[in-house]
């Protein structure tokens, strides 16, 4: 997915991509790689420049912060995502 998104330049499908491997692998007992792989997928949702894109998939990124006990982390892509949202 990663090469067929770079190759056509879209960062909104590979984002939608990454938000689904994140929750799997929180949902199946790897947090921690799912922590790791969700501070780039955050990144990358950021880049996009799109609020409701960042809102719509911010809770991937929360989840797997959260199943991974990086609460503080979480609560901050939350506040993040309310920003984001015009409060």
């Known amino acids: ?3 067929l998104c770079a190759v056509a330049e879209d960062r909104v499908s590979l984002a939608v991509g990454m938000s689904g491997v994140v929750m799997a692998l929180a949902a199946s007992g790897r947090a ?9 997928f955050v990144e990358l949702v950021e880049s996009t420049g799109d609020s409701t894109l960042f809102v719509t998939l911010f809770y991937a990124g929360t989840y797997a912060k959260m199943e ?3 609460a503080r982390e979480a609560l901050r892509l939350a506040r993040r995502a309310v920003e984001r949202a015009d409060g």
Do not use: C, F, I, Y
């Open 32 to 40: 921690r790689d799912a922590a790791e792989l969700a501070g780039e």
């Open 68 to 70: 991974a006990g990086q």
């Open 1 to 3: 997915l990663r090469a």
